[in-house]
């Protein structure tokens, strides 16, 4: 349901003090990549102590590091009442069969795709039950296959494809990783492209990031008015199937106007009960 | 006359202890006349002297010198920037510092309360008659809107220039109002005069605090046929000029005039057709200097014509919107931008009382917390513009109306914008930072902050220890 998710190193009191005004929907803490092995602990202690005094009005995860030694010691960081889950790097079946043997019952995972060995994982990924949603990382995965990314987002088709693919298929929001330079242009057009594929979210890097992702991925006003209009024809004549301006309409059509209508209406996008 | 000889200049002023100088600000850290003049009049051991520069600048240097050799009893200015302030509160002054509105000190030219004996204005070229102008030579500034009135009103005006031309276009500054021309090998450094850096914010809080400035806009209703508009050269305020001339694009519409100091932006919106009229009262950049000396659209005008409070055609009185930045704000909307918490003086009023005062939408931005302070005090440390001038308080976190707009509190009641109390928005930010302890600013007083109506306002402190 979210349309974007910002990255926000842990260890930076700036960014951590304002991540609930960078206007995502969704905050990543990172104290992974973005944070050197010896600061490890400095970003876990003051992301807590931050959570736990502020408790900012946002919906966060952590980003924890990828292996046991590491994220045993995340875990047993994380404010369990102001973080919903935790982002897995690298995932794959067997890592996240042994990090869900230790994690605590209240929080999901965002599985991080980002080796080519998980597109070969990524439909028994995708069924897992605590996996809340799909995420491609492209750097990683571009960096181990030796591929270029360009705003064509030809090199990463085939992995934004199928992981699409498979999260719809399980009922997982699906995630597109971040474009890393900070060129408006084209940060427009990879999104653009993600959008278009299927994916219902994109990742940001930068908070100047948020405000265009949040444009692209909120439901348009058109959108609205046609859900709208399907919900009510449905709703009035109680079928799953009927014909509306001379095209059939049925109960896939009439989820995604649910659907599209829940997202308009979280981000205020939703101008009142009118159908006209 | 015409010299090359600043000291045979000064022999034809015949300059007395006492006597009232004035100087303007358009070539900002980049003048070299305000210093040339007053290292003069201290080697000929002037004392007692009356001083009206309208800003000050770190460039100037002899100013500080000035105040160690005790040679300046009255001060008064609209701004003051860089180490003078500290100057001043090292070594005081030996009568008054008077902190004035750019309007405020037309108004008290033009009604003989600022009695200027000599003004020293430096232009980029005049004639050999002296006619003047900013917008010819090697160092041009652009408008010489502040200048105009010390030219009219002193009771000698020099002009200081290293160009001198056989014809102005245009004259800024008229020769019937000019006794001397002092020829110089240069006037100042262009790399001072106009800036080459103002640039829009990239600050996210920046950025989100002008997107929601302007659903506020937009939301107010204001953003329609004839708007005319005003924010000054911040990073935040540019911001908010390029989103106000993309709404006013989107929407089909263009605005009567923008008024104030000029950028590119501004421009921009002109050559576009967004704006019908941009008024100069100062150019910020390279742009707008060339738009002045070449768009028949973009007007120069002086400073009590922007801005002077007892001249009813001050461009300003039609102002719809001005945009506005704060150092500290208190839970009655007074603003401050003269002082920082300890009474330090940090700038000045400029045009900031006079178009809050007029304008019919005053809209103060800024980040809820500076550093690790809050913005809103329970008393600012100074007012600069009180709170009844002050409409709206926008930061990243919240937006504050005056509860005296209720006309704004009616229209915005259904809005999703994230509207709340001052004292609401005060208690977030004491949430993030603490309760700063108070301390108010003491020592023996130096100076006032004056209103553009000539009242005198808040004093200003020598601090103590």
Redesign the interface.
Known sequence: MARSYLFIPGNVPRMLQNMDVYEADVIIIDWEDAIAPGEKDEARILSETFLKKHAPDVEIYIRINAEPSLYEADLAHIPLNHVKGVVYPKSDTASLSKLLKVLPDSLDIIALIETPGAFFDIKTIAAMERISALFLGAEDLCSELGATRDPSGDAILFARSTLIMAAKAYGKDAVDTPWADLDANNLQKDAARAKNLGFDAKSAIHPNQVPLINRLFSPGAEQIKDAKRIIAMHERKGTMRFSLDGKMVDKPIIQRAYKLLEKARRYGLDGGDSVD | MISKSLETLLDFVKPSDGMACSFHHHFRNGDNVLNMVMEALMDRDLTNLELYPSGIFPVHTSLIRALKENRIRNLTTNYISGPFADALNTYGLTGELTMQTHGGRARAIIEGENAIDVAFIAVSACDEKGNATGLEGDNVCGSLGYAIEDAIHAKKTILITDTIQTTITNPQIRSKWVDGILHVPSIGDPRGIVSGTLSIT?D??G??IA?DTIRFLDESGMIEKDVSFQSGAGGISLAITKMFTETLEEKGLSASFFTGGITKHHVNALEKGLVKDLYDVQCFDLDAIRSLRENPRHHFMSASDYANPNNDHRKIKDLSIVILGAAEVDLDFNVNVTTDSSGTIIGGSGGHSDTAEDAALSIIVSPLLKGRMPLIKDRVTSITTPGQSVDVIIT??GIAINPKRHDLLERFKNT?LPLMSIESLQKKAH??SGVPKHSPAKGRVIGHIESRHGQKGDALYRKEG
């Open positions: 990239k996210p809080l950025l989100k997107r990243e976190r999703t949430a993030l």
